[in-house]
């Protein structure tokens, strides 16, 4: 397996590539401080040619990109790569959102050494592996998803683009605010007009406001 390692913290990526590295049946190919950066990182590799990894161990909470929005812009890039989600948070909400962007495990900080191993070699092969207390928090947070039809199963990023949209910004200014790409931005609002089954950014505008979810003033 050949692993590439993206975290905001010095030492924890030091900590993980130590003890990967132990195991002859992995390769760490590099490592990123944050989600833009892997990005880079990666998009170089295929650009000279070199082979791109095979799993991307993501952190959840950094301050350029976040990892859900790093995983959806990897995987529109390289469909084959596996990332396995590795973080300290576990709301509902984080999980649902990290899963339906593409990684295929979500996995606590507070896993021994072996079970992030098996974690890696699960994801690997496509398999989630989970504990049980991340199944739970999926299970909830999709229920909780069922259970508001008013927002049409928006997730919170989709939100805040809406209410950029709302506010007569252009896909330029939303990519600028949120830090993310201009593809990743059209991606939210082709998401927006589906969910809302809308036809353009106007009536997106007028859904926002007449949903209350726009403070006048």
């Known amino acids: 397996m050949t692993v590439f390692l993206v975290d905001d913290h010095e030492m924890v990526r030091l ?3 130590t003890y990967l590295m132990l195991d002859p049946s992995i390769d760490v190919l590099g490592e990123a401080s944050g989600g833009v950066e892997a990005i880079q990182a990666i ?15 993501m952190d959840l909470m950094m301050p350029d990109m976040n990892g859900v929005e790093a995983t959806r812009e990897l ?10 989600m590795l973080t300290s948070f576990m709301e509902d909400e984080q999980v649902v959102e990290a899963i339906q962007a593409g990684a295929v495990s979500y996995v606590l900080k507070t896993v021994s050494a072996e079970e992030l191993v098996y974690a890696l070699r699960g994801a690997s092969k496509g398999m989630p592996v989970m504990s049980g207390e991340v199944s ?10 069922a259970a ?3 927002d049409e199963g928006l ?4 939100k805040e683009v809406l209410l950029l949209i709302a506010d007569g910004k252009a896909n330029k200014d939303i990519s600028e605010e949120l830090h993310i790409s201009i593809k990743t931005v059209k ?9 809302c089954e809308l036809q353009d950014r106007t009536q997106l505008a007028v859904f926002a406001h007449r949903n209350g979810w726009v403070k006048s003033g």
């Open 187 to 195: 991606t939210h609002v082709s998401n927006l007009l589906m969910k």
């Open 148 to 150: 508001q039809p008013d």
């Open 155 to 158: 997730t919170e990023r989709e």
């Open 136 to 145: 739970q928090a999926l299970t909830r947070g999709l229920r909780k998803r």
């Open 43 to 57: 998009q170089a590799m295929a650009a000279r040619e070199e082979p791109v990894p095979d799993l991307v161990l």
């Open 15 to 17: 900590g993980l590539r």
């Open 75 to 84: 995987i529109a890039s390289f469909p084959e790569l596996k990332i396995v």
